[in-house]
């Protein structure tokens, strides 16, 4: 694709509109995963772990090749993701004041940048198939995608703070969001659907998928509360001993 000409500009837009879309799945991981630090390190997370996130984007985007050909990528991604989701709204109920906070932030850093990671399994695909195999339009994209992700990630970190409910909305959004990443997995193309799925299967493959949906996104949320409930409840004991 020649620089700069009427396609390339239109594969550009076509990539800033991808990553928009995208950002507030990433702005929910990046937030969440900062809420807990002192504040004059949250901003300092949300800018090195959204720099961070684009990076390991930028290198699964040129690796998107071999990425389409490896079996159950999408599966273990969104298994994987769920797990994140899961993390997110236990780690609500356990208090992090102990240790020092280098190891906290670190901690907030290797969130961000894992959960971006398995996000972008689906995400890196579109944004490649939108560039039509032309590098430079990838590596623009990912550049003007920054500024959206920390900004987005600092309103939803201040939104948070007012509206703690967010937090479980954000973990609903990220359930949702592996399950989707499940349910495209190839190999499980004959329980979900597929480009040589019979119709008189549709309504079975259909069916499957929201389910997939409503356990993922109800499993995580209850499992989350759970864990919650536990870790105040040890809280207390602890207090009253």
Known sequence: MELFSTPWWSALLAIILIDLVLAGDNAIVIALAARNLPPHLQKKAIVWGAAGAIIVRAAMTVGVVWLLKVPGLMLVGGIGLLWIAYKLLADQGEKEHDGPVASTFWGAMKTIVIADALMGIDNVLGVAGAAHGSFDLV????????????????????????????????????????????????LLAGVYGGPNALPSDKTMHITAQWATYAVAVAGVLGAGWWATRRAKAGQDALATD
């Open 139 to 186: 590596v623009i994209g990912l550049l003007i995608s920054v500024p959206i992700v920390v900004f987005g990630s600092t309103m939803v970190l201040r939104l948070v703070e007012r509206f703690p409910v967010i937090i479980s909305i954000g973990a609903a959004v990220l359930a949702f969001t592996a399950a989707k990443m499940i349910v495209g997995e190839q």
